[in-house]
């Protein structure tokens, strides 16, 4: 159909049915799109609370994830602050070992040759010898240390020791002196050898 607008016919390539459907569509996307609009604007409050929601509990697990970190930042100065001390006694005591080194080297250099020599001609008897007497050295403790007063008295003693033995002198050369001793003395040993073969 022509379109005619003040006593002038325009021409109407596409038609007015062509028009007033494509106006239609448009009208009807329009309010397909009002009406989308309209509904997203009515749910947006309850999204936006959704959302506000799931933001807390994010910051919740992040407010964790936060603590946890800091927790083990503590953990690590405290370990490294651990680590630095042993640091520092590790060097104190390889400061210490290598003064020992140089102070003994030579003393070990020189002793080897003889160290050597005395393990080359050490033997497994020689050995378990050794082994046997550290372990009498308990034993052989106790009884020093009960001899040790004894021997605190010795001081005291000797003088009068030595006052016996003059005195044993003087009576040996008493009885040697006596006439017929040397006769009885030889019949004394006579006798004990005599009993001595008896006993055996």
């Known amino acids: 159909m022509a379109l005619v607008l003040a006593g002038v016919v325009l021409p109407d390539p596409l038609g007015t049915e062509t028009v007033l459907r494509r106006g239609v569509a ?16 009515l ?5 936006i609370e959704a959302l506000m929601n799931h933001i807390e509990t994010l910051m919740t697990r992040i ?20 680590a630095d001390e042993v640091v520092a006694s590790a060097s104190v005591a390889s400061h210490t070992a290598l003064e020992l080194i140089e102070l003994f080297d ?15 001609n050490l033997s497994d008897e020689e050995v378990d010898a050794a082994i046997a007497m550290v372990d009498q050295l308990p034993g052989l ?15 005291t003693v000797s003088p009068e020791i030595h006052e016996l033995l003059g005195v044993t002198k003087d009576v040996r050369r008493a009885v040697i002196g006596i006439p017929g001793f040397k006769f ?6 006579d006798k004990l050898a005599d009993e001595e073969r008896t006993e055996d």
Not at 43 to 47: E, Q
Not at 184 to 189: A, I, K, M, Q, T
């Open 63 to 82: 407010d964790r994830v936060i603590d946890s970190a800091d927790a083990v930042v503590a953990r690590v100065q405290r370990t490294t602050g651990a």
């Open 184 to 189: 009885f003395r030889n019949r004394g040993e």
């Open 141 to 155: 403790l106790d009884h020093m240390e009960a001899l040790l007063p004894i021997f605190a008295t010795l001081d």
């Open 106 to 120: 030579p003393i070990a250099k020189q002793a080897e040759p003889m160290a050597r020599r005395f393990i080359d």
């Open 43 to 47: 749910t947006l409050p309850g999204r």
């Open 26 to 41: 448009v009208a009807r996307v329009g309010v397909s799109w009002m009406i989308a609009t309209t509904e997203f604007a």
